[in-house]
């Protein structure tokens, strides 16, 4: 059974930092893990991704101020999110490619939300 959990949303004043961890079960040859996001009334947006060999990718919006990283003995993937402001709010997707099957598996998804 494939689950992706999801953890460390919450609420947290502007300037403030977050982290989010996802971690992976029930999923075979393992790539890419990334993180989207929502907010209401919008698409789904890339966050960043990172393959299974550490290569990273940053929305222009969050570079600088947001590191994704990974432990693949753990198949968990982080989002250090540093100097949050209210556009950083959203829902945070985990996402995770078995790159065999080329098939995309999603988390139940967790909130951030920015505001003092």
């Known amino acids: 059974q494939v689950q992706l959990v999801e953890s460390g949303g919450g609420l947290v004043q502007p300037g403030g930092s977050l982290r989010l961890s996802c971690t992976a079960s029930?999923?075979?040859?393992?790539?890419?893990m990334g993180w989207y996001r929502q907010a209401p009334g919008k698409q789904r947006d890339l966050v960043a991704t990172i393959s299974s060999r550490g290569n990273t990718n940053y929305s222009d919006s969050v570079k600088g101020r947001f590191t994704i990283s990974r432990d693949n003995t753990k198949n968990t993937v982080y989002l250090q999110m540093n100097s949050l402001t209210a556009e950083d709010t959203a829902v945070y997707y985990c996402k995770a490619t078995n790159w065999w099957l080329s098939r995309d598996y999603w988390g139940q998804g967790t909130q951030v939300t920015v505001s003092s």
């Open positions: 029930g999923i075979s040859n393992l790539g890419d």
